[in-house]
């Protein structure tokens, strides 16, 4: 069964855009960072274990749905992930390497460019640097963590993965696989006039206990999942034919679980995290407004009006309607 849940060809496509982002330039190369070579050119390592482990933390924060499944994720694709990076890096490291040695980088348009960018990475980097302080300066105490996650443990999507979730909630599964359909129409009536154990029994076919499935399960062939998932009531029997085509499955969905999660005690300093979190956006509203009076911003506005009076007709048949100001989003840099 190595059909996958989570679409493992769409997650390296993912990583394959995200490892050409800004965030995986700028940084020292491989032989500063120290380490142990991941990707080395002519003997001279260009990528580290560290640079390495860096890029799989940005995937990480970039992508939150990979942050949750990553735990749970069998090796061979984990392998897949890292050299897939690996590659990246590598490559990235080549087109440097021949970009020098063509002597392309002293061009004009080049240097402008990279000072550009420069600017760009230190203002980043600002944004950043200036996000984690006040992240830091929030102390979450015992009482409000443990009390905050007793509320909202079952409510709060930010529970809703490792290391809070210990099993996502799902429905208790069995199986059994079949070499035709006729088998499996035979085990079906079977198993409902008796148990699927019994008459798997008696047709000498192993009963496979799959566990509790949930839309997490990434290790389970899709058609079993759609199947016990379609099932209007339970405890249910029903065959299904797998993905590849080759096989059949009798498919026994005994009853729903729901979500187990972690004590307080052992995820604490976890929760804690969440709960500054929380009280982030406040608190980086609170000590930007500071900023802006201590360094006097203004706004242009008289400029920004006459670039909305110049633009196409298109672009200003919203002008009739009332404006509606959005504060941006702002993350934590935790």
């Given at each position: ?176 696989r079949v070499e035709s359909e006729a088998a499996a129409r035979d085990l079906v009536a079977k198993a409902r006039q008796s148990s699927l154990q019994q008459a798997a029994a008696a047709a000498k076919k192993e009963v496979m206990p799959l566990g509790v499935l949930s839309g997490q399960s990434m290790t389970t062939d899709v058609a079993i999942l759609q199947k016990v998932f379609s099932m209007k009531s339970l405890p249910s029997i029903d065959f299904v034919q797998g993905m590849d085509k ?89």
């Amino acid at each position: 069964m190595n059909t996958k849940v989570f679409s493992f060809t769409l997650l390296v496509s993912a990583i394959l855009l995200f490892s050409s982002c800004s965030w995986f330039k700028g940084g020292k190369s491989g032989a500063e960072d120290g380490g142990a070579a991941v990707v080395s050119i002519n003997g001279k390592a260009v990528v580290s274990a560290k640079e390495l482990d860096d890029a799989v933390n940005a995937i990480k924060q970039q992508q939150p749905m990979l942050e949750q499944v990553w735990p749970m994720m069998p090796k061979e694709n984990l392998l897949a992930i890292y050299g897939e990076i690996a590659k990246n890096l590598g490559d990235a490291s080549i087109m440097l390497e021949e970009v020098r040695a063509k002597g392309w980088d002293k061009s004009a348009e080049y240097k402008k460019e990279m000072q550009r960018t420069q600017v760009l990475i230190e203002r980043d980097m600002a944004v950043r640097e200036f996000q984690k302080h006040i992240f830091d300066s929030i102390v979450v105490d015992d009482k409000d963590a443990e009390d905050f996650y007793t509320k909202n443990v079952m409510t709060d999507q930010s529970f809703k993965r490792a290391p809070f979730m210990t099993s996502p909630e799902g429905i208790e599964t069995f199986a059994v696989r079949v070499e035709s359909e006729a088998a499996a129409r035979d085990l079906v009536a079977k198993a409902r006039q008796s148990s699927l154990q019994q008459a798997a029994a008696a047709a000498k076919k192993e009963v496979m206990p799959l566990g509790v499935l949930s839309g997490q399960s990434m290790t389970t062939d899709v058609a079993i999942l759609q199947k016990v998932f379609s099932m209007k009531s339970l405890p249910s029997i029903d065959f299904v034919q797998g993905m590849d085509k080759k096989s059949f499955y009798v498919v026994q969905g005994v009853r729903k679980q729901g979500a187990q999660f972690a004590p307080y005690a052992s995820v604490k300093e976890d929760v804690k995290k969440v709960v500054a979190s929380s009280r982030f956006p406040a608190k980086y509203q609170e000590e930007l407004k500071k900023l802006h009076d201590q360094y006097k911003v203004t706004v242009n506005n008289e400029f920004l009006n006459s670039l909305v009076k110049n633009a196409p007709a298109a672009a200003a048949a919203g002008e009739a309607g009332e404006a509606e100001e959005v504060a941006p989003e702002v993350a934590p840099a935790a």
